[in-house]
């Protein structure tokens, strides 16, 4: 029988990269277990949050992967330690959809963000009931007196991506807290934020350092139902942004395309300049990814694919360089 062909576009891109992403916490894990199976610490009692079916996307993103978590009202909180930062600017996204709100009212409450310790955080998120959808806000720490809400109302059951930041500055009382609600894509994965949709500057006492994120259950009234999903962590904007790996938003250093019988597999051999490798498929999403660090730098074989276009993405540091080729 003829073999069907499997046309690979290896582009590979070498430059340079300072990893700063501090957690990628996508939910893959099965349904109905609780966050403190998976790393996180549960901090009081209550209602479990718990992972559910399905996963939330924006557009623009890297497609979403794994499951996501549903909660609201009162119930347990969780946290998340992350690498301790005392210095700089932190940044978080995650994708959010508000699934009821019939009993949160209008003064409303946070459910996450930054923090330092068990009790003290920043950059606290805020939801509140609206007129007919309900109001996102941004809090410096977790003061009712220094919430500041972004006057359009969202729409229930639609998701929501929301970046924050915190940037500790020398001094006090002058730390800066942001917000972007819904970012344009377009500046996704770039070295350059777009204007923020909230900015807070002196909101309360200056918090530091940064060690961990957490998830909050108040009450009915505080805490809408919400289904939540893509958490990052990072110290640059473009860490907590990821754009699909295209031509387009890559710095492409080398193109080749083979044609490949589908039971066949790429070998890709990298010296110590390379970091990793990640293979997208042509929607952009991930389908596998290789630690060349872990891997010694031998000889990676990546398994088999299905039929179709793939970008091979090689990250690593000026000067790297690498051998592809096919094994039949």
Request: hydrophobic share 40%; with cysteine; proline share 4%.
């Amino acid at each position: 029988m003829k073999k069907t062909l499997l046309t690979l576009s290896l582009i590979i891109a070498i430059f340079t990269v300072n990893a700063q992403v501090l957690l990628y916490e996508s939910f893959d894990y099965p349904v109905n277990d609780t966050l403190t199976q998976h790393g996180w610490t549960g901090i009081n009692g209550g209602d479990s949050i718990v992972v559910v079916a399905g996963n939330l996307d924006y557009s623009g993103l890297v497609p979403s992967t794994g499951n996501k978590i549903a909660f609201g009202g009162y119930g347990r909180d969780y946290q998340y330690a992350i690498t301790s930062q005392a210095t700089g600017t932190v940044y978080m996204s995650f994708i959010m959809n508000v699934t009821n709100i019939d009993l949160l009212d209008a003064t409303g409450g946070y459910f996450t963000g930054l923090g330092a310790t068990n009790t003290n955080f920043c950059s606290s998120v805020w939801t509140k009931k609206g007129s007919t959808g309900y109001n996102i806000g941004l809090n410096a720490r977790t003061t009712v007196a220094y919430t500041t809400f972004d006057t359009q109302e969202m729409t229930v059951g639609t998701p929501v991506f929301v970046v924050v930041s915190y940037e500790m500055v020398a001094g006090t009382t002058n730390d800066i807290a942001k917000m972007w609600i819904n970012p344009v894509s377009t500046t996704f994965g770039t070295a350059t934020p777009p204007a923020a949709t909230i900015t807070i500057t002196n909101g309360g006492t200056d918090l530091t350092p940064i060690e961990r994120i957490f998830i909050r259950q108040d009450s009915n009234i505080e805490t809408p139902e919400l289904d939540m999903d893509e958490i990052r962590v990072g110290l640059t904007w473009a860490d907590v942004t990821p754009a699909p790996a295209n031509v387009s938003n890559i710095e492409m250093n080398k193109l080749s395309i083979y044609p490949v019988p589908a039971t066949s597999q790429v070998t890709i051999t990298a010296n110590d300049m390379i970091q990793s490798i990640q293979i997208f498929d042509i929607q952009g999403r991930l389908v596998q990814s290789v630690d060349m660090v872990n891997a010694n730098n031998a000889n990676v074989e990546i398994s088999t694919l299905a039929n179709g276009i793939y970008n091979v993405v090689a990250t690593g540091v000026n000067g790297g360089t690498f051998v592809s080729k096919l094994v039949k």
